[in-house]
């Protein structure tokens, strides 16, 4: 299988702000892959250099076989773009930008209808209204079905469910699913945590590095040893209690409980004794089960 996207040692510099620091990466053809990691991680730069909008201070980068510095015109043609900020014309309506955007590459939007249909079929309803009057979930439908209009062979997404309902990110993760099986190949960025599972192969990019790629799955192996849940009517002082007991290597707050990160010898019991010791009589520890935001934590500390 051919790497549709191939990241060679890509560094990006804003003055002393190394932005992305010597990235290497490769994306299968036909898969979902998602880039994961925080606001600030170097996502969008890395995004801005695969579409030819910035080039990088060093190394290479090729996208559907052509280098983005050398061969930006011609590769404009081939990738979808949709970057995290709303980017199409808001005065505009639903047809018009569809239009618009299908005229832009030569295209009539009845060539490519049935590759968007599925998601435009949401927006049928109202053709005539202007863009910036739609809803979050409706603008991300729109600004996906006008990336689309052409028939990209790589569709790269920069955050698209950011302050997006549950419903409709879960609706979009469906759409992305459908559009690989439909040959598309697929990059989306995403500092949702939870969003990484519905990807073949992930990368986990912190301050400008990779720490790590892999199926979810691979990644996640291992991380259910010695990790438990901590929880007390009295939070803070549970987790400062907690850190300094000893054959606890880290604790975090995770949702409405506590992460708990022990050694081979830590015992869950006696540690709920010796916080009621501490004062915190209604303590329970127990075992649970790593995922993708847990390992992202142990691997930017490592690397931090």
């Known amino acids: 299988m051919n790497d549709l ?5 890509v560094t990006k510099r804003y003055g002393r ?6 990235v290497s990466l490769s994306v299968p053809e036909g898969s979902l892959f998602g880039l994961i990691g925080p606001d600030g991680a170097g996502k969008t730069t890395l995004y801005q250099i695969l579409t030819t909008l910035l080039t990088p201070d060093e190394g290479t980068a090729t996208v559907a076989g052509r280098d983005v510095v050398k061969d930006y015109r ?3 043609t081939e990738i979808g773009y949709m970057p995290e900020k709303f980017s199409l014309y808001p005065d505009l309506t639903v047809d018009e930008n569809l239009h618009f955007f299908a005229s832009l590459f030569g295209v009539n939007v009845k060539d ?7 998601i435009f079929d949401q927006l049928r309803k109202f053709p005539n209204r202007r863009a910036g009057a739609l809803s979050g979930g409706m603008k991300q439908k729109l600004a996906l079905s006008c990336a689309l209009i052409h028939r990209p062979k790589v569709l790269l997404l920069d955050e698209p469910t950011t302050g997006v309902d549950a ?9 992305l699913a459908t559009l690989r099986e439909k040959g598309i190949t697929i990059l989306v960025s995403t500092s949702y945590m939870d969003e990484a599972e519905r990807c073949e192969r992930i990368a986990l990019i912190n301050k400008g590095r990779i720490l790590d790629v892999d199926t979810p799955g691979r990644l996640i192996e291992g991380m259910d040893k010695n990790l438990y849940n901590a929880s007390s009517g009295n939070m803070y002082p549970l987790l400062e209690a907690l850190r300094t007991l000893p054959g606890v290597k880290d604790c975090y707050t995770f949702g409405a409980a506590l992460h708990v990160v022990a050694g081979d ?4 019991d006696d540690a709920a004794s010796r916080l009621r010791q501490k004062g915190l009589e209604d303590v329970r520890i127990w075992p649970t089960k790593g995922n993708i935001e ?4 142990k691997l930017a500390k490592d690397d931090g």
């Open 5 to 9: 996207i191939d990241i060679k040692e």
């Open 17 to 22: 702000l190394t932005a992305l620091d010597h």
């Open 74 to 76: 011609k590769l404009r």
């Open 112 to 118: 490519n209808f049935d590759l968007i249909a599925p």
């Open 167 to 175: 419903v409709s990110r879960s609706e979009f993760w469906d759409m």
């Open 265 to 268: 010898g830590f015992n869950p």
């Open 294 to 297: 847990d390992l992202f934590i």
